[in-house]
T-cell receptor, first 112, second 112 residues
Framework: RKEVEQDPGPFNVPEGATVAFNCTYS??????FFWYRQDCRKEPKLLMS???SGNEDGRFTAQLNRASQYISLLIRDSKLSDSATYLC?????????????FGGGTRVLVKP | DVKVTQSSRYLVKRTGEKVFLECVQD?????MFWYRQDPGLGLRLIYF???????EKGDIPEGYSVSREKKERFSLILESASTNQTSMYLC???????????FGPGTRLLVL
């Protein structure tokens, strides 16, 4: 089982619609969770951190479910500019030091 | 804003050549990372460094080495390039190891 798993998509979303997708992680001791956004042929950039209580940033809402070991991202009122690959990122707790582990990404295509 | 720069956007090398990829960050970050990104495999950590002259192996260190002589600079070295090292290489830095990472624009390396 991969440490961080995501549905690769693509999720084809009509402009203005809502889309949501999940990411599962295998290490129950993981403590930090993030969503990064990666545009085609560009570097990943932090979209938002994910807090235990859930958090919202404009049209984006992130949730953490520790019991089932997944995080989710919901995008409301999708814009064409939301088309990107969304990477789920989880910290990897290890004796030698913490590292981040990236999921393979979920591709979202917003269409007019 | 944090700025992470990489020495080349595109590189073409021949099998057996020694390849140097340079990364520089301007935010006095302690931690620096080298990843490779391949379709279907996501970002995989090659090496990281949490201090000058310190380095730790990531998940796929074979065939690579690194150098961190100065805090702002982290170099990835392919001692003898092979075709299976054709990939997108991304450098990142962070203030705290398990928190937000800032990425450079990436280097697309083609090994013929």
């Amino acid at each position: 089982r991969k440490e961080v798993e995501q549905d690769p998509g693509p999720f084809n979303v009509p402009e203005g619609a809502t889309v949501a997708f999940n990411c599962t992680y295998s290490n129950s001791a993981s403590q930090s969770f993030f969503w990064y956004r990666q545009d085609c042929r560009k570097e990943p950039k932090l979209l938002m951190s994910v807090y235990s209580s859930g958090n919202e940033d404009g049209r984006f809402t992130a949730q953490l479910n520790r019991a089932s070991q997944y995080i989710s991202l919901l995008i409301r009122d999708s814009k064409l500019s939301d088309s990107a690959t969304y990477l789920c990122v989880v910290n990897k707790v290890k004796a030698a030091g913490n590292k981040l582990t990236f999921g393979g990404g979920t591709r979202v295509l917003v269409k007019p | 804003d944090v700025k992470v720069t990489q020495s080349s956007r595109y590189l073409v090398k021949r099998t057996g050549e020694k390849v140097f990829l340079e990364c520089v960050q301007d935010m006095d970050h302690e931690n620096m990372f080298w990843y490779r990104q391949d379709p279907g495999l996501g970002l995989r950590l090659i090496y990281f460094s949490y201090d000058v002259k310190m380095k730790e192996k990531g998940d796929i260190p074979e065939g690579y080495s690194v150098s961190r002589e100065k805090k702002e600079r982290f170099s990835l070295i392919l001692e003898s390039a092979s075709t299976n090292q054709t990939s997108m290489y991304l450098c990142a830095s962070s203030l705290v190891a398990q928190e937000t990472q800032y990425f450079g624009p990436g280097t697309r390396l083609l090994v013929l």
